[in-house]
């Protein structure tokens, strides 16, 4: 087990450092120059040329990667170039707001696939699960920006009952939570019914029911640990999903979390502050799975033995 | 023929069938069908406070914040989103045929090192990647569909990778190697059929992510650029604007989901048809 779980800190580890060099990579490898971005379109030659000494923009790539890595074993980020300030500090500064936004989402997500996809699974073959189907078919092919004005239009100016943009309380977390839920949900119908449906058809259901257990009880108790199996796995999954996610909600609702940061870094070639988010998604992509990975055995007593 | 006869039989599939269709053809046909040039501002098509206008009348589906016909721009955005849907996903297809089909046929160091790789771009978070990309390059129709192309071969490659090695795996590729077949004739001829069922499915299902993703970057102004119409960029320019003019966003809005819809739709009801696990089954 202690040697499984080092594996799995070294694989995560070169991962991480993959994802650093592929984004460092690229970032040096556009056309982009931020020296260039942060001396302003008038500058002359010659001050984009000391801006470029000053973040040491003029050394090889190579030893511009490996003090970037070097400073990165330290924890450390480095400074954004348009704010002079701590990568580290602003990306905790915003952390909150995108978790609360994030956890918000998957609660979204959860709720609405198990519910639909059980549904679904119950009326098999059915109206209602045809709708529930086609709804979830509508669900994965919704573009979030979409939905996003479509919730706004609704929900903010319509009928105002929730505020358009913004942050802190309950109400503000709802619109941007469903935005992000919306997608995962219909993958999740898709799968729990799928798994639903097997599950119902096993021995131990029918037996459950020979022994005369309402039917409410068969399908909480027994049918949906096992249905659930595979909706766990995808939550890692998501955390990736949702990273992208995150930058197209945050910039429609106004939320002032990671995404937020990246959008702006990104207009302003900000690349400290780009790799830096880019390699706390990789990391909460990591982490996601890891986490899936672990919960996994606590619902199913048969991956313990393996 | 016999994939068309089961795929119409399906009514949803057979809806998004018909919508795909309609799209193509409407895209193909744009010029012939549009009532206006689509890049044209014209004078009354704007109210004479400066407003677009509504729809109805004139001007079918209404008119943009610049009095352009929004009908006309939205067939001609038709024509962005299926070039980039095509190109980019049969690009991004074709890269992960490439490194799944080389990876599980090789195995061993060089194999193991491309699926590390793909693990690793598991890891990515796509969408970033590609607004990070799409932004900081001068974005055009091919720079997006570069892009777009270069974030979405991932799972491909898995799968691919996958039912590679298990056909490699099975007799009848032992039976060729020991008449002596080479390595090109091997994976040309006989893994690579086996894997088509796979490239059509993931080659429909992916459009749908493709026309998505698109439409994503072109409303965050990074993707095709204006005058150009896109589906997301028409959805852009008039963002600000959505309180009074609710259809631009919700027209276009619509199109985008129906044609992903109807691509998923298709995508889904041929993995069903083609899965080798499905076939035989009456």
Known sequence: MALLFLRRIVQTALILLGVAAITFLLLYALPADPARMIAGRSATAQTVANIRH?????????????????????????????????????????????????????????????????????????????????????????????????????????????????????????????????????????????????????????????????SRRIILRHALPNAILPVIAMIGIDIGQFMGGVVVVEAVYGWPGIGQLAWQAIQQVDIPIIMGVTLTSALAIVLGNLIADLIAPVIDPRIRTR | MHVLKSLIRQPSALFGLLVVLTVIILALAAPLIAPFDPDNQLFEGLSLEGAPLPPGGQFLLGTDTLGRDLFSRLLYGARTSLVIGLVANGIAVTIGLFIGIVAGYLRGFFGNVLMRFTDLMMAFPALLLAIVLAALLRPSLWIVAMVIALVNWVQVARIVY??????????????????????????????????????????????????????????????????????GNIIFESQSYFQAAPWLVFFPGAIILLTALAFNLVGDALRDILDPTQRGRG
């Open chain 1, 54 to 214: 000053e973040l040491g923009l003029d050394q090889p790539l190579l030893s511009q990667f490996g003090t970037y890595l070097g400073n990165l074993l330290h924890g450390n980020l480095g400074r954004s170039y348009a704010q002079k300030t701590e990568v580290w500090t602003l990306i905790v500064a915003r952390l909150p707001a995108t978790l609360t936004l994030m956890l918000a989402g998957i609660v979204v997500e959860v709720v609405l696939g198990l519910t639909l996809g059980t549904i679904a699974a119950l009326r098999r073959g059915g109206p209602v699960d045809r709708l529930v189907m086609m709804a979830s078919f509508v669900g994965v092919s919704a573009p979030q920006f979409v939905v996003a004005l479509l919730l706004l239009y609704l929900f903010a100016v319509t009928l105002g009952w929730f505020p358009m943009s913004g942050y802190g309380t309950f109400a503000h977390v709802v619109l941007p939570a469903t935005t992000l839920g919306v997608l995962g949900a219909g993958w999740y119908a898709r799968m729990v019914r799928s798994a639903m449906i097997d599950v119902l058809n096993q021995d131990y259901v029918r037996t459950a029911r020979a022994k005369g257990l309402s």
């Open chain 2, 162 to 231: 996958t039912e590679t090695r298990g056909l490699v795996e099975r007799d009848f590729i032992m039976a060729e190697r020991s008449l002596g077949a080479g390595h090109g004739r091997i994976l040309f001829l006989h893994i690579l059929p086996h894997l088509m069922p796979t490239a059509i499915v993931w080659g429909t299902l992916g459009i749908a992510t493709t026309v998505l993703l698109e439409a994503t970057l072109s409303f965050l102004g990074i993707g095709v650029q204006p005058p150009q119409p896109s589906w």
